[in-house]
């Protein structure tokens, strides 16, 4: 019998042998068919994800956030905001692009946020006065609460038409935010999207970015219902948890700057 290319029936035939050995085999003993009989049937599956394990990942991704911010405020580390916004848009496209559920990543992504977040907060109360922080949060709960209700009642459907155009409406709002970004590297207000001294567009760039940031809430909700119906693993929460801490992250931001400008 010729050899097979194949590596896997290669094993099956000997080197050059004529016959096949598979029918050589012993025939099992009495303690071979006991252990046969006493192995369990099938092996039990591992545990799928569920809706508290998203809570109680959100919870521990959204504390790391809060603490860190607290102990950057606390310590007035605004000079080290720049290396938080930094370290958590390089952790934020690592867990994207990869899709990771590695809790060490994650929680590290929250640190870096939270040390951001806590360090932006106390410019922005010191420059347009105290309150303004407490508003931007209550804000950012209202705006999370009513989009969870839209979802939960059906009034706003999740379907590729609508998952296509509010990718799009992403895509553009950040390359806008990016040109503009760069623009005031040359230009003094850039584009003008941020430049209070033009508070009609900055006003209305902040309410379209609240809009997006709010809807992509719909899609967070949308992929944690899809994970627990279609029986994702259970350290699928962890990603679900990242997702909706950058949602929040970000509306939280563009909810603090529109109050400056009004403030302003």
């Not at 046969?36 to 959204?62: E, G, I």
């Amino acid at each position: 019998m010729a050899q097979s290319s194949n590596p896997v029936l290669a094993r099956g035939f000997g080197q050059g042998q004529q016959h096949a050995t598979w029918n050589t085999a012993p025939a099992p003993s009495a303690g071979d068919l006991d252990d046969m009989y006493n192995r369990p049937a099938y092996a039990p599956p591992a545990r799928f994800m569920t809706l508290d394990d998203v809570v109680l990942r959100t919870a521990a991704t959204l504390g790391v956030v809060v603490v860190v911010g607290a102990v950057a405020w606390i310590a007035d580390l605004q000079g080290l905001a720049i290396v938080g916004a930094l370290v958590g848009f390089v952790l934020a496209l690592i867990i994207a692009f990869k899709q990771s559920t590695n809790p060490a990543l994650i929680l590290s992504y929250a640190a870096a946020e939270g040390l951001f977040l806590g360090a932006i907060s106390r410019a922005f109360n010191e420059l347009f006065g105290g309150g303004i922080v407490i508003q931007a949060v209550v804000g950012t709960m209202g705006v999370f609460a009513g989009m969870l209700a839209v979802y939960k009642t059906g009034a706003i459907r999740v379907t590729p038409k609508f998952t296509r155009w509010l990718l799009g409406a992403l895509i553009g709002v950040v390359a806008l935010s990016l040109v503009n970004l760069i623009a005031s590297l040359f230009t003094p207000g850039g584009l003008g999207l941020r430049d209070s001294s033009n508070p009609a567009l900055a006003i209305g760039f902040s309410l379209l970015c609240i809009g997006v940031a709010a809807f992509t809430f719909l899609l967070d909700f949308d992929m944690i219902d899809k994970g627990i119906r279609q029986g994702a693993p259970e350290r699928f929460a962890w990603f679900a948890a990242f997702g909706l801490t950058v949602t929040l992250v970000w509306l939280y931001l563009e909810i603090l700057r529109l109050l400056s400008y009004f403030r302003e």
